[in-house]
């Protein structure tokens, strides 16, 4: 079967996110990018083209005239990838589904939750559509180990659950002079700022991971460095429905921190830890003392016959390939006419959850708990 014909939607020169997507969508060589609205200046569009190697006459300059006009082809494009700022994620999504597209979108699914919403609804009007999120995370071949661990119950009873997402790449005012520290700290652009950045990842790795959803939550959000808009750093306590207690804390102004992602979740048989810096590890802790390293690509783990890891174990797999997996699961469901709930790509529940998170930590920061519902209007 020939591959799957990708449009983008954002991405242009100087993006980070974008060639991301594009590499990660073509590694295992069953999507192509073949058009894209990668630039909202018409005299951008030719460059654009060339650094992502498409025909000049598919490079659009506005992601409806790309719509519009790949419908149309025999040879058009069969799904959208939006990897716009937060606040075109909405109108971009709802366009493309309209016109008859899916779409892979990168998170979060909307720049406020009352879009989210929306586009949860029109979703449910379209149940013959594919539309998944990029939590670049739940793609990881030991992050779904880790999920396969907890489901099954081989720690036993989830008692706690510590998710961190350290960075320090904003610690000083960086919006002043880097593109992408601009847009993520503008409120018009971003929605909500270092909570809705990293924290929502961190948010929906507890969840993918713990297989417990979060029933209420206790949150300190802030705005450390002056003069800047939005919060920049977060710390929440999460209880869970199954009665476990959780810590999250997000940070982009931690000094000398990298993308230092951690997961730690402790069982009443035992206990695991994944570090994205070291993602080809997890570390495991059972009651009677002892302790496992798993490694990805070895033959004995459960998700070694899923196909998400490419190389033998001990050849590090990382970033792309995750992105990559989510990709390749999206695919599989398109080809095959399944949902995408029958894949683990994240999809609009998990966005509405997101965003539901994102608004109620930041408006109820320093209010002591309150109840999280969680897309439950």
Wanted: charged share 25%; hydrophobic share 40%; with cysteine.
């Amino acid at each position: 079967m020939g591959r799957l014909r990708m449009a983008m939607v954002g991405g242009g020169p100087g993006a980070f996110i974008g060639p991301v997507h594009r590499r990660a969508a073509e590694l295992d060589a069953a999507i192509e990018l073949v058009a894209g609205a990668f630039t909202s200046d018409p005299k951008r569009a030719p460059d654009a083209a060339a650094f992502y190697g498409v025909d000049p006459a598919r490079s659009y300059a506005a992601f409806q005239d790309m719509l519009d006009a790949e419908k149309k082809r025999p040879d058009g494009a069969e799904f959208v990838c939006i990897v716009t700022p937060n606040h075109l994620h909405w109108p971009v999504a709802k366009a493309a589904l309209e016109a008859g597209f899916d779409v892979m979108s990168d998170k979060p699914a909307t720049a406020t939750a009352e879009e989210a919403h929306a586009l949860q609804r029109l979703l449910a009007g379209m149940p013959k559509r594919l539309y998944g999120l990029t939590y670049t995370y739940t793609g990881y071949p030991l992050v779904r180990e880790a999920r396969t661990l907890c489901i099954s119950g081989a720690l036993g009873v989830i008692r706690k659950v510590v998710v961190e997402y350290s960075q320090g790449w904003l610690s000083t005012r960086a919006e002043l002079e880097n593109k992408q520290a601009a847009w993520r700290t503008d409120p018009a652009r971003a929605g909500a700022g270092c909570t809705g950045d990293i924290g929502v990842h961190a948010f929906n790795l507890a969840e993918f991971v713990a297989g417990e959803r979060v029933s209420s939550l206790c949150a300190d959000v802030s705005t450390v460095v002056d003069g800047r808009a939005l919060d920049d750093d977060c710390n929440v306590l999460i209880r869970f429905a199954n009665g476990a207690r959780g810590v999250l804390h997000a940070s982009q102004i931690a000094l000398g921190e990298r993308n230092n992602l951690n997961l730690r979740i402790y069982g009443d048989e035992g206990a695991l830890a994944w570090r994205q810096e070291t993602p080809n590890e997890l570390a495991l802790t059972w009651a009677d003392g002892r302790g496992e390293t798993r490694h990805a690509g070895a033959g004995h783990l459960k998700t070694s016959g899923e196909g998400y890891t490419r190389l033998p174990t001990g050849h590090p797999e990382g970033y792309f390939e995750a992105f990559a997996n989510l990709y390749r699961d999206f695919a599989c469901a398109r080809r095959e006419g399944r949902t995408i709930e029958t894949t683990l790509v994240p999809g609009i529940a998990e966005g509405v959850r997101g965003m539901e998170f994102v608004e109620l930590a930041v408006t109820q920061s320093r209010k002591g708990w309150v109840e999280f519902r969680g897309g439950k209007q």
